[in-house]
Each structure stands twice: as C-alpha cells, then as structure tokens.
C-alpha cells in the first residue's frame, strides 16, 4: 500500500447509500487520518430542528442551531456534546428531514468552517455530497461513489435490518429515490461529479475491494 503525504485530504461524495460511509471510515483508519461524515452534522440539525418543533424553512432558526453543535466521530460512533448518537441520526424521519434542510445555502455556509475544522493533524477522509466540490475543492483525491437505486436501498434494508429496525425495501427505495431527486436537483451544492474526480461504481465491488482500489488512486 502507497503510503499518502503528510498531511492528506481526501473527499468522497456519492448519492444516499453507496457506501461512502462504511468505506471513508475504514480509509481514515488504514492512513491514521481524520474523518468527517459531513451528513451527520445536517442529521444532527435536523435531530435540534425537531426537538424543538423547527419546521425546515425556517432557515434562521435552523442556522442558530449550528453554534451549539459540538461534534466527534469515535470508533464508529458519532457523539453530540458527548452523547453517542449514532442511531437516533440515522431514522426515516432524520433522513427526510436532513436532506430538506441541506437545499438552504445559507445554512451550508455556516457549517463550511465546521466541516473544515475536522482537516487537522495528518489530513482527512471527508465524505457527503459536496465534499468534492465546495468544502473541499483543493482535496489531493477526489472520489465519486455511485451504486444503483436498487443496490443502495438493498444496503440500507440490510444495514437497519442488522439493527432490529422494522423496515419495508419499497419504502425505502422511494426514500432513496426522493432523497437522490433532492439532492440532485437544488440550487445550493448540488450532488454532482467534479471534474477531477475518480468515479467508482460500487454495485458489484465488496467493501475491502472498494477501499483498496482508492488506495490504488492514492499518488
Ligand atoms: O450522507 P447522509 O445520507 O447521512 O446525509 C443526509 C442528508 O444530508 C443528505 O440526504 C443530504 O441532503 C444532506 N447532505 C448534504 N451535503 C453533505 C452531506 C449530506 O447536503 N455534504
């Protein structure tokens, strides 16, 4: 395995479920670099937004929420003032209501430099939708994750399976395909593929393949 400078930033984007973030985890581990799951930051806004009855227009509002944020990736966990939240981010609900809340560029600015902050000591795997393009643009490797609606939906009916979550694959395939629509098509930072990036179709790779073919891209 090429070993990267030091430091190095990596970004890595891809559509709900291509498995960005399973493999920019295990990335950070094998280069001992930081990580950031940016879509756990517009999750965590949305798990503030709803406990405090914060519909998602409310761009202000949502926007006050931002300073009280203080987040650490751990293991795999992701913990919010020093709770572990991983799996209270990660429901229906929050999916839905992160990707409505993530179409306001004035929110996306204000956690610009919250998302840079994690670009510390050896460098960082950073993964979301616009990684590549916008929080990152200067990134030594840019990745583009991809997999098929149907490949995705498979992967998160597993994944929240495993969980003991009650889940139907029709509903979440609509999710997905609702989300990607979203995420696609808003005006602020729209998912798409940077003109440097390396894209990689996932559908028939296993994770371990994934992961060392990126290495593969490392220069
Ligand atoms: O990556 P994840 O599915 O957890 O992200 C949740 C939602 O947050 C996405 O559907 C997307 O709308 C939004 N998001 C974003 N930009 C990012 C990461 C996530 O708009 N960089």
Same mark, same amino acid.
Not at 210 to 219: A, N, P, R
């Given at each position: ?21 399973t493999i ?18 517009y ?10 009855n914060?519909?998602s ?6 926007i006050s929420?931002?300073g ?19 799996? *209270?981010?990660?429901?229906?609900? $929050?999916?839905?209501?992160? &990707? !409505? +809340? ?7 600015? %204000?956690?610009?430099?919250?998302q840079?902050?994690?670009n ?9 939708r616009?990684?590549?393009?916008v ?10 994750l ?6 995705r ?9 495993? *969980?003991?979550n009650?889940?139907? $694959?029709?509903?979440?395939? &609509? !999710? +997905? ?7 696609? %098509? ?11 990036a ?11 393949q ?10």
């Open positions: 395995m090429k070993l990267p400078k030091v430091p190095y930033l990596i970004a890595i984007d891809g559509p709900a479920g291509s498995g960005k973030g920019a985890k295990l990335i950070s581990d094998k280069l001992n670099l930081n990580y950031l799951d940016s879509g756990a930051i999750r965590v806004i949305a798990l503030g937004a709803i406990a405090n914060i519909p227009d409310q761009v202000l509002k949502l929420l931002v009280t944020i203080n987040m650490k990736f751990e293991g795999g966990d992701v913990l919010l003032n020093k709770e572990i939240i991983t799996d *209270k981010i990660r429901t229906s609900e $929050i999916s839905k209501f992160s &990707s !409505e +809340i993530a179409v306001h560029s004035r929110l996306r600015d %204000e956690i610009l430099n919250l840079r902050s994690f510390q000591g050896n460098g960082l795997v950073a993964e979301g616009d990684m590549t393009t929080v990152f643009p200067n990134a030594d490797l840019k990745v583009y991809d997999a098929s609606p149907h490949e939906a498979n992967r998160r009916y597993k994944q929240l399976k495993l *969980k003991g009650n889940v139907n $694959i029709l509903s979440l395939t &609509s !999710e +997905i395909e609702a989300r990607d629509k979203r995420d696609k %098509e808003r005006k602020a930072s729209p998912l798409k593929i940077a003109d440097e390396k894209v990689l179709n996932t559908d028939d790779l296993t994770i371990g994934t992961v060392d073919k990126i290495l593969t891209f490392i220069i």
